[in-house]
């Protein structure tokens, strides 16, 4: 699975001539020229890194990153920008950017502190079971490095199988994690999820514990 890159960029020329950049490099880049569109696209698609400019139409990208990180958007940020104020700088790093580089720069160095940015961020957010894999960052379930689309109570079971692998994960974990202390939960219920977890990524990975619960096969 190839690494996807959002790049806010203004200036059409500069913009595509990083995006080539990049693409010769195998990143998949989706190129934006205003805040708001490049708001939209977190929206909809996942993304590993994130490349910003910070004097953009619409929403400027002190404001998105501001936005995403409220939203618990984790993802790995380096600012590219013109601005040379060490208070502009300062902010962008308060508000959760991890790298910046002032323009004009080397696109060598880009690519050095992108490498090196991804190599930290790396693993960090990700807990697997074999192929199957627990993306928290992104807030989704992997299986052989493809997204199952589960829904969202159905991804939080998921996570919790997965963070307590080759362990039993009670009745009552489940309960707590999926409904409100207030609901009555039966355990058809249960069931109803369980069997489509099972439906997703095989019927032999979580057998049942009579009486107990569940555990995932690790």
Not at 93 to 119: C, H, M, S, V
Request: charged share 30%.
């Amino acid at each position: 699975m190839s690494t996807k890159i959002l790049l806010l960029e203004d200036d059409l020329l500069f913009g595509e001539s990083i995006m080539d950049v990049l693409e010769e490099e195998g990143f998949d880049v989706v190129l934006c020229r205003n805040g708001q569109s490049a708001l939209d696209e977190t929206f909809k698609n996942h993304f590993d890194l994130y490349l910003l400019d910070i004097n953009v139409p619409l929403i400027d990208g002190l404001s998105l990153l501001k936005e995403l990180r409220r939203a618990d958007d984790t993802t790995p940020t380096i600012y590219l920008t013109s601005h040379q104020e060490i208070e502009t700088l300062s902010k962008a790093f308060e508000i959760g950017a991890d790298d910046y580089l002032k323009k004009p720069f080397d696109t060598n160095e880009l690519l050095i502190r992108i490498q090196a940015l991804l190599r930290r961020s790396k693993g960090k957010n990700r807990c697997c079971v074999g192929e199957l894999c627990l993306d928290e960052r992104h807030k989704c379930i992997l299986l052989g490095g493809k997204e199952i689309p589960f829904s969202l109570k159905e991804y939080q079971l998921m996570a919790l199988f997965i963070r307590n692998a080759g362990e039993i994960v009670t009745k009552e974990m489940i309960m707590d994690t999926l409904w409100n202390p207030s609901e009555m939960i039966s355990d058809g219920a249960i069931r109803v999820y369980i069997n489509r977890l099972k439906q997703e990524i095989g019927s032999d990975l979580i057998v049942n514990i009579r009486g107990v619960g569940y555990r995932l096969v690790s």
